[in-house]
């Protein structure tokens, strides 16, 4: 089977469980995991922020980033298409009273003027005001598509000027930034809060991270401790992710790569599915056109290619280090035939 149903599907590397087979431990609820620390210190670093919480997830990590920016019963917004506003559950409503409001884009691509048309940062007493402003990088079910540095640039000075908040949805921040060369400290200085993953393409098994000031790690991790997301010897899992930023973060390219030529290979065939010119990282959603998306995830299965439904007439295929670009471009002609069948 060629797996593109996720990059989530990675499975730790030789030297990655060597890497965690031998880190040092320590009970990270005491703050004493010494590789917990080690790696805070190092991804805080990298983005220029003066701290960093591991967590278990990304859903944690935008959680308690977007907790730490809006108060019960004030609003974030961001693009329909989100992860928080469509993948977290409803979490930020039910478990902190947080309410959103979302703007449209084409291809999750921001548009800084839809966020200024749709920012309230002093409502009233009536109506619900905007403390906080979300931006998802690369952003997912718009097909892994990467942010123009401008635009962030853009609606970082908007929010500054209007006293509302920036939160990064970066769970695969990491492919923009090997994409475009952007240095993560420079998208770092654009955020008050920032959400990273290191269980995605990097392939670690298990991890994310929030960065920001110390302050609000400060009020996260008590947060995460009340959410009952204190854990102890998470060392093992820490050092998973360091080794994954040491040595897995450049070939992400190759996944970029592998993506192309499946789109190539599938627009070649059947132009209208999508645009092989936009796929710009690892993620490829194609239009089913006159099939539900169902019948070709199911008939693309037959034929040993496994793809994730996004939509009624959307499917993703997402490459990842478990797929190498001949598996890609194998992939691109089963799905072709079947759109064609
Ligand atoms: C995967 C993902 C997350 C976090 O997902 P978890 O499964 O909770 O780790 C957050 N945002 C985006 C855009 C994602 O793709």
Same mark, same amino acid.
């Given at each position: 089977?060629?797996?593109?149903r996720?990059?989530? @599907?990675?499975?730790?590397?030789a030297?990655?469980?060597?890497?965690?087979?031998?880190?040092?431990?320590?009970d990270?609820?005491?703050?004493e995991?010494?590789?917990?620390n080690?790696?805070?210190?190092?991804?805080?670093?990298?983005?220029?922020?003066?701290a960093?919480?591991?967590?278990?997830?990304?859903?944690l990590?935008n959680?308690?980033?977007?907790?730490?920016?809006v108060?019960?019963?004030?609003?974030?917004?961001?693009?329909?298409?989100?992860?928080?506003?469509?993948?977290e559950l409803?979490?930020?409503?039910?478990?902190?009273?947080?309410t959103?409001?979302?703007w449209?884009?084409?291809?999750?691509?921001v548009?800084?003027?839809a966020?200024?048309?749709?920012?309230?940062?002093d409502?009233?007493?009536?109506?619900?005001?905007?403390?906080?402003v979300?931006i998802?990088?690369?952003?997912n079910?718009?097909?892994?598509?990467?942010?123009?540095?401008?635009n962030?640039?853009?609606?970082?000075d908007?929010?500054?000027?209007v006293?509302v908040? +920036?939160?990064?949805?970066?769970?695969?921040i990491w492919?923009a930034?090997?994409?475009t060369?952007?240095?993560?400290?420079?998208?770092?200085?654009?955020f008050?809060?920032i959400?990273v993953?290191f269980?995605?393409?990097?392939?670690?098994?298990?991890?994310?991270?929030?960065?920001?000031s110390?302050?609000n790690?400060?009020k996260?991790?008590?947060q995460?401790k009340r959410l009952?997301g204190?854990?102890?010897?998470?060392?093992?899992l820490?050092?998973?992710?360091?080794y994954?930023?040491?040595h897995q973060?450049?070939? @992400?390219?190759?996944?970029?790569?592998?993506?192309?030529?499946?789109?190539a290979?599938?627009a070649? $065939?059947?132009?209208?599915? @999508?645009?092989?010119?936009?796929?710009?990282?690892?993620?490829?959603? $194609?239009n089913?056109?006159?099939? +539900?998306?169902s019948?070709?995830?199911?008939?693309?299965?037959e034929?040993? $290619? +496994?793809?994730?439904?996004?939509g009624?007439?959307?499917?993703?295929?997402?490459?990842? +280090?478990?797929?190498?670009?001949?598996?890609?471009?194998?992939?691109?002609?089963v799905?072709?035939?079947?759109l064609?069948?």
């Open positions: 089977m060629i797996d593109l996720s990059d989530t @599907l990675t499975v730790p590397t030297g990655m469980r060597a890497a965690m087979a031998q880190a040092p431990v320590g990270d609820v005491y703050a995991d010494p590789s917990v080690a790696l805070q210190y190092r991804v805080a670093a990298l983005f220029g922020k003066e960093g919480l591991m967590t278990t997830t990304g859903s990590s959680l308690l980033g977007i907790y730490c920016l108060n019960p019963g004030e609003e974030i917004i961001c693009d329909m298409q989100a992860h928080i506003a469509r993948a409803g979490a930020h409503a039910a478990l902190h009273g947080v959103m409001r979302t449209e884009s084409s291809d999750g691509v548009d800084a003027d966020v200024e048309r749709l920012i309230a940062p409502a009233g007493s009536h109506l619900v005001s905007t403390k906080a979300e998802e990088n690369t952003h079910f718009g097909g892994g598509t990467i942010q123009p540095y401008e962030l640039v853009r609606i970082s908007l929010c500054r000027g006293g908040k +920036l939160h990064l949805d970066g769970a695969r492919n930034h090997v994409a060369g952007v240095p993560l400290a420079d998208y770092g200085k654009l008050d809060t959400s993953c269980s995605k393409g990097l392939g670690a098994p298990i991890g994310s991270m929030l960065l920001s110390a302050e790690i400060a996260a991790r008590a995460r009952g204190g854990w102890r010897q998470a060392g093992v820490a050092a998973a992710a360091d994954a930023l040491t973060l450049v070939r @992400l390219a190759d996944d970029h790569d592998a993506a192309a030529a499946f789109a290979q599938v070649a $065939v059947v132009p209208e599915a @999508l645009d092989a010119s936009k796929v710009q990282t690892n993620i490829v959603v $194609v089913t056109g006159g099939k +539900l998306a019948s070709v995830t199911g008939a693309a299965k034929r040993g $290619v +496994l793809l994730s439904q996004v009624r007439r959307t499917v993703r295929a997402v490459t990842h +280090l478990g797929v190498t670009a001949q598996e890609g471009l194998q992939a691109g002609k799905v072709a035939e079947v064609q069948s």
